[in-house]
């Protein structure tokens, strides 16, 4: 963008600026809101605590099931009414929990969740806008999210169940309202529910390609953007070029269900009658949802990783270690997500040569991802480790990245997949790979921000160690003991396995998952309480409290529309400066070990070769 554009804009924005400045009223700053920062904070509260609540709790209702099958709970029947005669949980609502469960946790909580809040908190932030290219489009965007997920918590009250045929919602199911109980109403609120979510997810998306890319501050070029930005631009890239496909099959679902079409039905008898329809195929559906559902994998993990990018050189007090590799890495695994998808499809029928090119492209993915796990590692290698709770979830992301990416190995081998495939194992590999690096990255990006959110408030770092190691020991407790699960045969979604003798001796393990699940899950009230507490009673610490070379904190800590109260910092040199000396062994600015981005080269300082 020419200076004179960037001119305009920043005047045009500052003087937006002074025009709301003193005329917000309590529904135009908090409800109807176009500021970015406040945005953030609802994506946060409705997407995170709210959905995330609701999906944890659905996971703990089924885990105890599967712990204890056929025992009578009184908080079954308290919280599943009908569902649960006598404290007895129904095998029909078993599958409804499990399908919202994931529906909830991959969609509202993981996607909407992480990406809303860091893209539209940090983007401005970090590459020195005001605000985003359209506050307007921004506010509908959260509007659709939170309309999308009102539906989407309707759906668990209506007559007949919630829909139940698993996340993946795979034909007939989906597709024949007299399938079963969860095929009825609750499924045609989860297909409208999904294609506003996805409305709101490509209006999101469009708006921060549009910001990353014209509205970067003088001197932001894009080989100084921090990893955050990279990530959160290459994540809204395949969400434009992913979500659409999901939309396809949605709105071909709902046309199959109410409007007598056959898209993803063929020769379907019910109690030996056939019904009439042709032509169609279920397996379609699979490679519609599949083109979107695992690029999805990585819509959830790059903003993790950006996450963890910025809060590991930051509290290792050392430049990222290949910085270009790094971005190399991301924009190959943007490519790679959308020509694996056929490695969920190996035992649909597939050919067995399709079935090899996906297993290649596979195989070939784990090569960026390598690349980032190594260079994760080179950054932490010998620096001056900084052990905040902010920092802590970043290592622990590491970690649950290597140990559930290994897995992924066996998996994307078509062979090696037809024996686990179904099972526990395959449970295993993506909750720890996805869902809780995920979780770890979103945690560490709340610690590591939270000041930023909430006008320099600080969450309680003790509070949050408790979180950290009892989160990480009961991750590892509940999703380890799942491989081997997984690798004796039990299948997945099974609402119980007392029909297999083969399986009693696992009962025990199941139990031992449970107990691990459910501390984990007390364990996320601590990090509730300690985000309410702080947010009214925390104190507030300095402006730049980690020391962090980013422009976001050069910011006014009081939040005004508009980020800076004057002009905005010009940039001179990337975002990861940190221990720098010069010829003399002495830092660039005396005593202190970090150059913030906004600070001029000095004379003879050459800008670091990244």
């Not at 050919?351 to 994760?376: D, E, H, M, Q, R």
């Not at 007392?498 to 199941?510: H, N, S, W």
Request: charged share 10%; proline share 4%.
């Amino acid at each position: 963008m020419s200076a004179t554009a960037h001119a305009h804009v920043d005047d045009h924005a500052h003087d937006d600026h002074g025009h709301h400045h003193h005329k917000e009223t309590f529904v135009t700053k908090y409800i109807f809101s176009q500021d970015h920062k406040m945005i953030a904070k609802q994506y946060l509260i409705v997407g995170v605590l709210v959905m995330g609540f609701i999906g944890i709790a659905m996971s703990i209702l089924f885990r105890m099931q599967l712990a204890w099958p056929g025992e009578s709970f009184a908080i079954f029947e308290t919280l599943l009414g009908k569902w649960a005669p006598g404290g007895v949980m129904d095998a029909d609502v078993y599958l409804a929990l499990v399908t919202m469960h994931g529906t909830i946790m991959v969609f509202f909580v993981l996607t909407a969740g992480l990406s809303g809040t860091f893209s539209n908190l940090l983007i401005p932030l970090q590459i020195g806008a005001r605000d985003m290219a359209s506050g307007f489009l921004n506010m509908v965007s959260f509007w659709l999210f939170f309309v999308a997920s009102v539906i989407m918590v309707i759906s668990l009250f209506v007559e007949a169940g919630p829909a139940a045929a698993g996340w993946t919602i795979y034909p007939p199911l989906s597709a024949l309202p007299m399938a079963q109980p969860g095929s009825g109403m609750g499924m045609t609120l989860w297909l409208v529910s999904m294609a506003i979510f996805i409305a709101s997810s490509l209006l999101g998306s469009l708006n921060y390609i549009v910001t990353v890319i014209n509205l970067r501050t003088k001197g932001m070029s894009m080989t100084r953007l921090p990893l955050t930005i990279w990530a959160f631009f290459v994540t809204a890239i395949i969400g434009v070029v992913s979500f659409p496909v999901l939309l396809s099959a949605a709105l071909l679902l709902i046309m199959d269900r109410s409007f007598g079409t056959s898209f993803f039905l063929s020769d379907i008898f019910i109690q030996g009658e056939v019904l009439h329809y042709q032509g169609g195929s279920p397996v379609l559906y699979e490679h519609l949802f599949w083109f979107l559902g695992h690029p999805e994998v990585y819509i959830v993990l790059l903003p993790a990783l950006g996450i963890t990018s910025e809060v590991m050189s930051t509290n290792a007090r050392k430049p990222i270690f290949g910085y270009r590799a790094m971005v190399a890495s991301i924009l190959a695994i943007a490519f790679l997500s959308t020509i694996v998808w056929g490695h969920h499809m190996f035992i649909s029928g597939m050919n067995p040569f399709l079935g090899s090119v996906f297993t290649f492209t596979t195989l070939l993915i784990a090569i960026p991802s390598a690349v980032k796990a190594f260079n994760y590692i080179t950054t932490l290698w010998k620096g001056n480790l900084q052990l905040n709770p902010a920092m802590l979830f970043s290592i622990g992301l590491v970690s649950t990245f290597i140990s559930g990416g290994l897995t992924g190995i066996i998996l994307g081998d078509s062979t090696l997949d037809i024996n686990v495939h179904d099972t526990y194992f395959v449970i295993a590999h993506f909750h720890l790979v996805m869902g809780i690096s995920a979780l770890y990255g979103l945690f560490a990006g709340v610690y590591h921000w939270f000041p930023k959110m909430f006008e320099g408030k600080m969450m309680n770092k003790n509070l949050g160690y408790v979180h950290f190691w009892v989160t990480a020991i009961c991750a590892y407790g509940v999703f380890f003991p799942m491989h081997f699960v997984g690798m004796a045969g039990v299948p997945r979604r099974y609402y119980e396995n007392t029909a297999f003798p083969m399986f009693d001796e696992l009962t025990d393990i199941q139990v031992l998952m449970t107990v691990f699940a459910i501390i984990a899950a007390v364990a996320q009230l601590v990090f509730v309480a300690n985000f309410i507490y702080s947010i009214f009673y925390g104190k507030v610490g300095p402006k730049n409290p980690w020391k962090s070379n980013t422009l976001e904190w050069t910011a006014e800590q009081k939040h005004i529309h508009g980020n800076w109260d004057g002009a905005i910092p010009e940039v001179h040199r990337w975002a990861y400066d940190y221990s720098k000396v010069d010829e003399n062994g002495e830092y660039i600015i005396p005593g202190q070990d970090f150059v913030p981005q906004n600070i001029p080269l000095q004379e003879d300082e050459e800008e670091m070769n990244h």
